[in-house]
């Protein structure tokens, strides 16, 4: 016999109630499942319900589900848009050399790219510019920093600042002997500094930033300025002068067909360097044609982005051709025309004079900057 049959036969009564009190339970539980079961709703319902409460229930009207449905053919338009710029892209790469000029901190970036070859970029200017500017920045950052609290005697809180950048100037001042760039202007550059430097002492000393010292300062600075402007520029002028002629040289007959274009912020589009350049080898008649200044809100662009703006304008060139007969109206804003006459209309029912600019013929090589009519200096040189 075994040990539960023993156990079994010598207890019979305990084993029968924990079987007893097995089967209650259980049966307990096979009540509470049907309960719950029964009580619900059936699956349909259920998922109705849920979805009804997570969803809600939507009452679109035909209108609005038809208006949405002509607007979302605007959004597919820049998938489309973006499938079509490589395809373009890839075709003017393939007949056409494109120059790219963008801005940098080193005076510059100029990218050649011809057909069937890797692209070129040009070496940056000499170092002498960028060591120029940065003196030149110095004291412009110098002065930002302690403006702020000229009228505000009792603030401190530029002394640690200016203390840290007195450091890093004192550093720039040991060294400045050093750098490669003709005698003339390590003098001035070098007296820019010792001019910063004595200016951050001043204000240290008499721990506040005074409107007498400020001007001071600045009288003594502008004349010095100027010439570290003058130099930086003529220096960066004549290295890429000497790249793009290089380049129009080695291209040969293929210049007439060569595309190029700069970026630019708004600060810089009158007097735009790197597309003043060009222009100089690519002649007037190429402005606005294979010439292209664009428009930025960075200081620096990509050359992917400059790329694919300047071929989105030259392919946009012929669907303006085949819808409106004009090659070069689509580089414009298409409502501009329009828009200039509804402006023309509101102004007459509000008694305002129109303020608008001169029209200009899409097919104008005009230079693309504010150009307007006026009095007063010009450049710094017209300065007193």
């Known amino acids: 016999m075994s040990h539960a049959a023993k156990i079994r036969d010598r207890y019979p009564r305990a084993f029968s109630s924990v079987k007893h009190r097995r089967v209650v339970r259980r049966f307990r539980f096979a009540v509470a499942a049907a309960v719950v079961l029964f009580s619900y709703p059936a699956p349909a319902d259920d998922l109705k319900t849920g979805l009804q409460t997570i969803v809600g229930k939507l009452n679109a009207s035909p209108a609005e589900v038809a208006t949405k449905n002509v607007l979302a053919l605007n959004s597919a338009m820049f998938d489309l848009y973006s499938t079509s710029a490589q395809l373009i892209k890839a075709n003017i790469l393939a007949r056409h050399p494109v120059i790219l000029g963008l801005f940098s901190g080193a005076g510059g970036r100029f990218i050649l790219y011809r057909p069937g070859e890797a692209p070129l970029e040009a070496p940056s200017p000499p170092i002498s510019y960028q060591v120029l500017k940065s003196v030149g920045h110095s004291t412009m950052a110098l002065s930002v920093m302690v403006m702020p609290y000229v009228e505000s005697p009792a603030d401190k809180s530029w002394l640690a600042p200016l203390l840290a950048y007195r450091s890093k100037m004192q550093s720039a001042l040991d060294g400045i002997e050093q750098t490669d760039m003709p005698a003339e202007w390590r003098a001035n550059s070098r007296t820019i500094l010792q001019n910063n430097i ?32 003058a130099w930086a520029a003529r220096t960066q002028v004549a290295h890429w002068m000497d790249v793009i002629e290089g380049w129009k040289k080695m291209l040969g007959s293929q210049w007439e067909q060569t595309y190029a274009a700069s970026n630019t912020i708004y600060v810089a589009r009158q007097n735009n360097i790197l597309f003043s350049v060009l222009a100089q080898f690519f002649g007037p008649d190429a ?15 990509t ?35 329009d828009a200039r006459a509804a402006i023309v209309a509101e102004d007459a029912k509000r008694g305002i004079t129109p303020v608008l600019p001169p029209v200009v013929p899409f097919g104008s090589r005009q230079w693309p900057a504010l150009v307007t009519s006026g009095a007063g200096p010009a450049t710094l040189s017209d300065l007193p």
Do not use: H, W
């Open 198 to 229: 004595a200016f951050m002492d001043e204000c240290a000393a008499k721990g506040a930033v005074s409107p007498e010292a400020l001007q001071t300062f600045a009288t003594k600075q502008g004349p010095l300025l100027k010439r570290n402007i």
């Open 287 to 301: 402005i606005n044609e294979r010439l292209m200044l664009i428009e930025t809100i960075s200081f620096t662009t």
């Open 303 to 337: 050359p992917e982005e400059l790329l694919e703006s300047l071929t989105r304008i030259i392919g946009d060139r012929s669907v303006g051709a085949a819808f409106f007969g004009n090659y070069r109206m689509m580089d414009f804003e298409l409502m501009g025309g």
